[in-house]
Structure formats: structure tokens, C-alpha cells
């Protein structure tokens, strides 16, 4: 299963393989218990474009759309969404039902088909050390050490984005 670390700030390719810039953060409305991402946000030279997910396809070493840049109407992110990178990076949440408060290291996706899900939230020192990019060497020092690394993570549907830093995160639409 990819991680959120692992896609944000690909560079973004056009259908026909022109750099157009690079994956800022996606978006979701969470009101499913396993919620689809719905847009994409590029960072490009003339600024933000949202975008839907559905145009746009992960590949080993970038992302890609469907079509060209230019023939994509822009969209608008509506209230409630939230971003998973700049809205639930960082920030305490509620984890089970009455359960304690977390910080969300990193957000656990599936891929099937043209649809990506949010899974889960990683919770542990795994989901931190993959995102600065030192997951695989901190493993090998936990093995050399006899250790293991844990990966918690919390199922989607028992994260409380009502509790926590300041008992809700900032919403996207801004």
C-alpha cells in the first residue's frame, strides 16, 4: 500500500509527458468510512491547480494525467474537505472511539484501479522516519539491534478528526 509520503511532491507529467510541476497534497471529504481522494493539488509555475484524482494516474517515479493540463477545468475544493498533507500532517486526532490523542505521521492509501483510498493513519515512528526518508536505513539499524520498528497504524474509520489540535483541523477550503 503507497503512503501519502511516498506520492507528495512527485513531479506531475502531462498526458503527453511534459513536467507541468510537482504534487503539492490531495484532498479528500471525509464522509466515508474509507473515504476516496477527490482532488489533487499541483504546484505549478502559475500557482496552485486543483485538479479531480481521476485525471491523474501514480506511476513508479511521478504522476501522471490523463490529458493535457490545458484541456482540465480547474476545480474548487468545497468546505468540509479536508488536505491530507497540510490538514492532518502533524496534528493530534482522536484515535478510537474514547480512545487517547495521536499525532499523525503519516496517511495510509490503496490503490485499485483509478480509485485511491485513505486506509488508515500511521501513528508510529515508522510513518515519521519515512517521511524525512530514512525508514529503510533506521529498519536495518532496528534489525541489526534485534528490533523491530513498529507500524502502527489506525484504521480510517476510528480517527476522530474532531478531537485533538484545537478539535479540528483547519479545513481546505481555504
Not at 16 to 30: A, E, F, M, T, Y
Not at 105 to 126: C, F, K, S, Y
Amino acid at each position: 500500500m503507497p503512503y501519502l509520503s511516498d506520492i507528495l511532491h512527485r513531479r506531475v507529467l502531462d498526458a503527453s509527458g511534459d513536467d507541468i510541476g510537482r504534487l503539492k497534497d490531495l484532498v479528500i471529504v471525509p464522509t466515508e468510512q474509507y473515504p476516496p481522494v477527490q482532488w489533487a493539488i499541483l504546484a505549478t509555475s502559475d500557482g496552485e491547480r486543483v485538479l479531480r484524482w481521476a485525471e491523474c494516474a501514480i506511476e513508479s517515479a511521478h504522476v501522471r494525467l490523463r490529458r493535457r493540463l490545458e484541456g482540465l477545468a480547474p476545480e474548487r475544493i468545497p468546505p468540509g474537505a479536508v488536505r491530507l498533507g497540510s490538514d492532518l500532517l502533524d496534528r493530534e486526532v482522536g484515535v478510537a472511539p474514547g480512545a487517547s490523542l495521536a499525532f499523525v505521521n503519516d496517511v495510509q492509501l490503496e490503490e485499485t484501479g483509478r480509485q485511491l483510498r485513505v486506509m488508515g493513519a500511521d501513528i508510529g515512528l515508522a510513518g515519521l522516519l519515512r517521511r524525512i526518508g530514512i525508514e529503510r536505513l533506521a529498519g536495518l539499524v532496528a534489525r541489526i539491534a534485534g528490533r523491530r520498528l513498529g507500524r502502527p497504524v489506525v484504521p480510517w474509520q476510528e480517527v476522530d478528526l474532531q478531537r485533538g489540535s484545537g478539535s479540528t483541523p483547519p479545513l481546505a477550503s481555504r
